[in-house]
């Protein structure tokens, strides 16, 4: 008797282990291998600063983040690497939209450019040569592409 229990107990605390484990970087992108180097995505907490997150590219501080909660989109080259991502950083709560970043690994130095926070991305597309096109719902964007490069968001007219 103790034996099933035991048995059961084990495949249940494996089961239980491995999904907190995968559940901290489910979509990737706390630790990604970019075109710059590694990025990685550390907790602090701090007792004056509260919790955050200090985003870290070769080791050297690349960013800091306030409601990370995992979240991101990535471009990654046939080489496997990635050269832009975007970072969703819900510092604003987790009922309001995320403020959204662009890590662009391109650049010499690589940046990493806030778009905004009074949308949410309904689409994305990667441009080659561009920063990022980006559908935008909400407020006054109701739907209608954006690019963003050089550190604006433009819109894309409306092809008839």
């Known amino acids: 008797m103790k034996i099933k229990y035991f048995g059961f107990f084990l495949i249940a605390s494996l089961c239980t282990s491995s999904a907190f484990a995968n559940d901290s970087d489910a979509e990737g992108c706390r630790n990604v291998n970019t075109m710059a180097g590694r990025l990685v995505i550390l907790d602090i907490n701090m007792q004056a600063d509260g919790l955050y997150n200090e985003v870290k590219l070769n080791g050297a501080s690349f960013d800091k983040l306030y409601g990370f909660a995992g979240s991101c989109d ?77 550190e604006k968001l433009i819109p894309i007219p409306v092809q008839k």
Not at 74 to 99: A, C, E, I, Q, W
Not at 111 to 133: C, H, M, N, T, Y
């Open 74 to 150: 990535k471009h990654t080259l046939n080489n496997g690497l990635v050269d832009r991502m975007l970072v969703y950083d819900f510092n604003n709560g987790g009922s309001n939209p995320p403020t959204i970043s662009l890590y662009d690994f391109r650049a010499t130095p690589p940046v990493a450019l806030q778009i905004g926070s009074e949308f949410l991305v309904g689409g994305i597309k990667w441009p080659k040569d561009r920063g990022v096109l980006l559908k935008l719902d909400g407020g006054k964007y109701k739907g209608r592409w954006y690019e963003f490069d050089d």
